[in-house]
């Protein structure tokens, strides 16, 4: 089975500062990671995913994440945090069984409220 | 949420009555996700359909029933609705064709349902 653990459910930071959200997972096989981002009272947004390319993924809005194989970890980081930053952040991996037709079941963390304050 | 809509917004039922909740896609993909979301817990896979007559169990499947009769929609219902199921329930699916473990879900922008 896979699962996802993102350390901290709420994360508080300056505007201007470094925005570091963890993620780390468990797979059996090499796992496809993705990070969403939902705003309040919206749906789910794609920030980036690693589908086994490079392992530095740059996603929208200036953030990106690292694939470390030997710590299981897909952190997610910003270098210079804004306002608009402020919402919940999602990891999740991809299911090992591929469904035929159905495939890319996810499983998700539970999530990291990003607070941005002035 | 482009490309995908979800009906009703927000809802509020009585402990026992039923509902469905709709879910229409206008990008002609083969794959459809529900999803619930409590705080908390995450996301978690209620019912997924690979393509158009067939569903599978997710995660969470008691108390739920699908229905996808056409490749365009995907509906969720509640058959005896319970104080358990208050949550906000999000449609996705699935972008692309070719290596399915590596391709993107994208979301509706949910239901909200509160059960009394």
């Known amino acids: 089975a896979q699962s996802v653990t993102q350390l901290g459910s709420h994360v508080s930071v300056s505007e201007g500062a470094l925005v570091l959200l963890r993620c780390n997972y468990s797979s059996s096989v090499p796992p496809y990671l993705f990070w969403y981002v939902q705003y309040p009272n919206q749906g789910l947004q794609l920030l980036l995913k690693y589908t086994s390319a490079a392992t530095l993924v740059k996603g929208i809005n200036g953030f990106e994440a690292e694939f470390k194989k030997s710590e299981t970890s897909f952190h997610l980081t910003k270098p210079s945090a804004h306002m608009s930053d402020a919402a919940e952040y999602f990891c999740a991996v991809s299911s090992m069984e591929v469904v035929t037709g159905g495939g890319n079941k996810l499983t998700f963390g539970t999530g990291t409220q990003l607070k941005v304050e002035l | 949420n482009a490309g995908v809509t979800q009906t009703p917004k927000f809802q509020v039922l009585k402990t026992g009555q039923s509902m469905t909740l709709q879910c229409a896609q206008d990008m002609n993909h083969n794959s459809m996700y529900w999803y619930r979301q409590d705080p908390g817990m995450g996301l978690r896979l209620i019912y997924y359909?690979?393509?158009?007559?067939?569903?599978d169990k997710g995660e969470v499947p008691n108390g739920y029933n699908v229905s996808r009769l056409n490749k365009r929609e995907f509906s969720l219902r509640l058959e005896s609705a319970a104080p358990s199921q208050t949550s906000v329930y999000f449609c996705a699916i699935l972008q692309g064709l070719g290596r399915p473990r590596g391709e993107t879900q994208y979301f509706g922008p949910g239901t909200r349902l509160l059960v009394l």
């Open positions: 359909s690979a393509s158009e007559g067939t569903t």
